[in-house]
Structure formats: structure tokens, C-alpha cells
């Protein structure tokens, strides 16, 4: 790809991210360990 | 204390890129690299160029410098009007290139940051991604591209507006453009 002659050089940094990054996913929370019934209220 | 930057808003100009298939999904590539470009993170530019020693010519190394620099032709080229590209897209379909299997072209605007080296015609640029894609129905044969729609899914994964041209050829969609989108004057002080 030939941009032509260079002309000058510069610097550009964005105020904004051109870049649309994706969300961090929430962290997965720990399962629940699932509660054991209490025998004295089974009965 | 750093430089303060010269500008501070992405310059955009056009590119066009090969459609290649990566982990099962349609995703931009270099026509002319290996790279692959990612989702959600800029492609950062390196030089792969080689120099040759002076008292060893056959002994290559690499260059060292940061890309873009002003005597090489590293960095993410893209053209300031986008009907530079027609130049660039093939004569004939392609299905492979040497590096991959090659799916089919796409059109589009890019945003360039960081440091920039300017041409009468385009830029060589440090950090890029894209900004608005076009992917043409017809291949260069006028053959219809099948899946085109579900390539353009994949391609929605850059989270940048994408449209999928009907009936259309990659050289039609840059004639489109051409006429439509003004051509972005290459800066001047």
C-alpha cells in the first residue's frame, strides 16, 4: 500500500478510546452449597 | 515530563482487508501480513522489515525502530480517499493466499492514533481499529458470497457499524463510497 511521499510526522492520542471495549464480565460467584434439610423441621 | 500529542482525535482514513476465518468466526486480515486483526483491542503496528548488514549484506537483521518509522514502510497503512482502494483489491478471486484461507474482501474506515507519519496519499500509523465496515455480496466474478450475512454477524463482534452491500462488487462499493463520502483532505499546516 503506498501512502505516497511522507510528508511530516505527528502524534495523535485520542480524548476518547476509538476502540469499543467490551464490558468486563461479572466475576462468577461462588455456587451456593446447597442447603441440607434440618431434621428437626422435617418432621 | 511527555510531549504533549498534536492532535487529539483519531485521524480516519480507508482500508481494504481480506476476510479470513479465525476459530470458527469471520474476522479482518492483512492482505499483506499475517496479522489477524482482534476484537475489542487495537492492532498495534511493529516492523517486520529486515536491514542488511554493510560489510555482510547476506546477514539480515532486524530494524529495531518503533513502527511507524518515516524511512521505512512499517506501520497500519491506510489511504485518505477511498478511491485509492480500488488499486488494491485483487483482479481475480482468491481463495487462498499463502498464509490462510481467504473468504473475501472488505471495505472500510479505520481510525489511526498514536504516532502518525503522513503521505500524499494516505497514513503509516501506530495503533489502529476499525470504525465503519462494508462487506460487498459479490465476489470480483460477481458471484454471490455465501453467508455474507452471517460473515457480517461475526464482523458486528468489532462493535462498529457494519453493512452488507447487495448486489454489489468490492469495486462497485468503493465507486458508492467514492461518490458519497467526501475524501478526507490529508492535513496541512
Given at each position: 500500500v503506498d501512502i505516497g511521499e511522507p510528508l511530516r510526522i505527528y502524534t495523535v492520542e485520542p480524548v476518547e478510546d476509538p476502540v469499543p471495549r467490551r464490558?468486563?464480565?461479572?466475576a462468577p460467584q461462588p455456587a451456593r452449597p446447597q442447603e441440607e434439610p434440618d431434621p428437626a423441621r422435617s418432621s | 515530563v511527555t510531549a504533549a500529542p498534536d492532535y487529539c482525535e483519531p485521524v480516519v482514513g480507508w482500508r481494504v482487508w481480506s476476510l479470513s476465518v479465525a476459530d470458527g468466526r469471520a474476522r479482518l486480515a492483512s492482505h499483506v501480513s499475517p496479522t489477524v486483526w482482534p476484537t475489542g483491542q487495537e492492532v498495534v503496528a511493529a516492523c517486520d522489515a529486515k536491514r542488511r548488514e554493510l560489510r555482510r549484506p547476506w546477514r539480515l537483521h532486524p530494524t529495531g525502530h518503533a513502527a511507524p518509522a518515516p524511512r521505512c514502510t512499517c506501520g497500519v497503512h491506510a489511504m485518505?480517499?477511498?478511491?485509492?482502494l480500488s488499486t488494491y483489491l485483487p483482479p481475480a478471486a482468491r481463495p487462498y493466499s499463502w498464509m490462510r484461507p481467504l473468504v473475501h474482501n472488505v471495505i472500510g474506515r479505520v481510525a489511526l492514533w498514536g504516532d502518525v507519519v503522513e503521505g500524499s496519499r494516505g497514513w503509516r500509523a501506530a495503533c489502529a481499529y476499525p470504525d465503519e465496515l462494508w462487506l460487498p455480496q459479490l465476489d470480483v466474478d460477481r458471484r454471490e458470497v455465501a453467508g455474507s450475512e452471517a460473515f457480517a454477524i461475526d464482523l458486528a463482534d468489532y462493535g462498529v457499524p457494519v453493512h452488507v452491500c447487495d448486489g454489489r462488487t468490492g469495486r462497485e462499493v468503493i465507486a458508492t463510497l467514492a461518490r458519497t463520502a467526501p475524501a478526507r483532505r490529508v492535513t496541512t499546516r
Open positions: 464490558e468486563p464480565l461479572p | 485518505a480517499a477511498v478511491g485509492y
